[in-house]
């Protein structure tokens, strides 16, 4: 198990001795293919009650300590906190869940069916950390739901891809995240990024440059010596792509 999620199964349950049901791990530390330099930690908490105020500042305090204990890990650690009351309703109502995520403070906002790809993924490809399985809290979510979720992600994408233009690391991160959801569409599956890019390599040749571009660009995010706007259009040409075939 990661040192990082260790301390939180460590440390978290203790915090949360009245309301804990569960914390799950998922992403690519569980689906292989994860780059300790690149790569997020992907954790839910699912909890017997929504976060109120005084849960939230201790929550806070927590990520802020955990940070403190891994500083290279500071601003990669994304925990979702949410009620096993939300999980079971939220195809028919949206309700609270608190997020911490790369680039997006502790904030609570509302979750319904766009976090569907989320649950689908957690309830059939996670990590136990603590409690019970994963899919005795997430209600069952057909495949065609989850390939339904993902078409409309891409199909989103077309809008959104305009907030990459001055971000080659962005950039590449689109691209794969079309990768991954023509993966998803196809196979009904969820994988790693760099998983799918190499089977959209083989699947979608005409998009092979690319994504092999894209998967550079991943590896030298740090390089500060790069042109987004040179590298845009691939990234444009590429959620096209998935729109159009998806």
């Not at 495949?143 to 979720?149: L, N």
């Not at 590896?219 to 444009?236: F, I, K, L, S």
Request: glycine share 4%; aromatic share 10%.
């Amino acid at each position: 198990m990661h040192p990082v999620v260790q301390t939180i199964q460590l440390q978290l349950p203790p915090l949360l001795t009245q309301t804990l049901v569960g914390i799950y791990c998922y992403g690519s530390l569980v689906w292989g293919d994860f780059d300790p330099d690149i790569s997020d930690i992907d954790l839910l908490v699912v909890l017997r009650q929504d976060v109120d105020k005084e849960l939230f500042d201790t929550l806070d305090a927590f990520h802020q300590t955990l940070e403190a204990q891994f500083p290279d890990w500071a601003g990669r650690i994304e925990i979702a906190y949410i009620s096993a009351t939300a999980l079971e309703t939220f195809k028919t109502q949206r309700s609270p869940i608190s997020v911490i995520s790369p680039g997006e403070p502790f904030n609570t906002k509302d979750a319904g069916l766009d976090w569907l790809i989320n649950w689908y993924t957690i309830r059939a490809q996670s990590m136990v950390v603590y409690g019970p399985a994963a899919e005795d809290i997430i209600p069952a979510i057909w495949t065609e739901e989850f390939r339904t979720a993902v078409r409309d992600q891409i199909d989103e994408w077309v809008d959104w891809v305009v907030h990459t233009r001055d971000s080659r690391p962005y950039q590449a991160y689109a691209i794969l995240t079309m990768c991954r959801a023509l993966f998803a569409v196809q196979t009904g599956l969820q994988t790693s990024k760099s998983q799918a890019a190499y089977w959209a390599i083989q699947h979608h040749p005409t998009q092979a440059e690319r994504i092999t571009n894209a998967l550079r660009w991943r590896e030298r995010h740090r390089d500060h010596v790069e042109n987004p706007d040179a590298t845009y259009p691939d990234a444009v040409a590429m959620v096209e792509y998935a729109a159009r075939v998806h």
